[in-house]
């Protein structure tokens, strides 16, 4: 089986429409999205159409819980200004989705398993299996990484939330946790905010299992930067300029 995991596209379809034929050229059986898929980007109700059309799980993630209910969960200390950008950003996503777009964000799931081969399952969340906040990064505290996913060693564990490719194994089990990365807004995590700049590539993972191995391979697809900086601009998105500026040029 051939399970391709995606992530955190965050209403960019443009990146989204790019692995499209990536997985049929892979030959994917399955695909399971780990959630924060529509909110930010200029395309919200693009990206649920291409979801409802994959059939795919979907996971619940913090960015659409709170695009659906305006509900901080205050595990992030958030500067008002931010803040204020961010309810900006919601108001207008809020007016391209229809009413069953929002029921059918609503049904994503806090978790998903796959059935392996010979008993094992792949468990699919956002940030944890127990909180859609919690924050995994290969720096990460072997206590803390215990502590959210040390009793899961009978399954390969995957999450999101973090827009990194990683891989790490689960203490001595054969277990191991991975990210898929980010599909919508990859970037680099060694850089500031005052010169902040996004990828143009959209990031994902496929899992491979047969014949008793577990095969893990992390993808990196290029889409149309310019294309998506004209959709932004067309598309009434808020705050539309710092946005775009995310994609220029250093």
């Given at each position: 089986?051939?399970?391709?995991?995606?992530?955190?596209?965050?209403?960019?379809?443009?990146?989204?429409?790019?692995?499209?034929?990536?997985?049929?050229?892979?030959?994917?059986?399955?695909?399971?999205?780990?959630?924060?898929?529509?909110?930010?980007?200029?395309?919200?109700?693009?990206?649920?159409?291409?979801?409802?059309?994959?059939s795919c799980?979907?996971?619940?993630?913090?960015?659409?819980?709170?695009?659906?209910?305006?509900?901080?969960?205050?595990?992030?200390?958030?500067?008002?200004?931010?803040?204020?950008?961010?309810?900006?950003?919601?108001?207008?996503?809020?007016?391209?989705?229809?009413?069953?777009?929002?029921?059918?964000?609503?049904?994503?799931?806090?978790?998903?398993?796959?059935?392996?081969?010979?008993?094992?399952?792949?468990?699919?969340?956002?940030?944890?299996?127990?909180?859609?906040?919690?924050?995994?990064?290969?720096?990460?505290?072997?206590?803390?990484?215990?502590?959210?996913?040390?009793?899961?060693?009978?399954?390969?564990?995957?999450?999101?939330?973090?827009?990194?490719?990683?891989?790490?194994?689960?203490?001595?089990?054969?277990?191991?946790?991975?990210?898929?990365?980010?599909?919508?807004?990859?970037?680099?995590?060694?850089?500031?905010?005052?010169?902040?700049?996004?990828?143009?590539?959209?990031?994902?993972?496929?899992?491979?299992?047969?014949?008793?191995?577990?095969?893990?391979?992390?993808?990196?697809?290029?889409?149309?930067?310019?294309?998506?900086?004209?959709i932004y601009?067309?598309?009434?998105?808020?705050?539309?300029?710092?946005?775009?500026?995310?994609?220029?040029?250093?």
């Amino acid at each position: 089986m051939r399970i391709a995991v995606i992530s955190d596209i965050h209403g960019n379809c443009v990146a989204l429409d790019a692995i499209l034929p990536d997985l049929t050229h892979n030959a994917i059986d399955r695909v399971v999205c780990l959630g924060d898929a529509v909110q930010g980007g200029p395309q919200p109700a693009e990206v649920v159409d291409r979801l409802q059309a994959l059939s795919c799980p979907v996971v619940m993630g913090n960015a659409d819980a709170w695009l659906l209910t305006g509900k901080d969960s205050g595990a992030e200390q958030i500067p008002e200004e931010r803040l204020r950008r961010m309810n900006d950003i919601r108001d207008w996503a809020l007016t391209q989705l229809s009413n069953d777009d929002q029921a059918f964000m609503s049904r994503f799931l806090l978790t998903v398993e796959f059935p392996l081969e010979h008993g094992r399952k792949l468990l699919c969340f956002h940030g944890s299996p127990k909180s859609f906040d919690d924050v995994i990064l290969p720096t990460t505290p072997e206590a803390d990484f215990q502590a959210m996913l040390g009793v899961y060693t009978s399954h390969v564990l995957t999450g999101g939330h973090t827009h990194m490719q990683q891989i790490r194994r689960l203490g001595v089990t054969e277990s191991f946790y991975f990210n898929p990365g980010s599909v919508g807004f990859a970037y680099s995590h060694q850089q500031t905010d005052d010169d902040f700049r996004a990828d143009g590539w959209a990031e994902y993972a496929i899992l491979t299992a047969e014949d008793k191995q577990v095969m893990l391979e992390f993808r990196r697809v290029p889409f149309d930067v310019q294309a998506l900086i004209a959709i932004y601009r067309a598309s009434g998105h808020p705050h539309v300029d710092g946005a775009i500026a995310q994609y220029q040029p250093r």
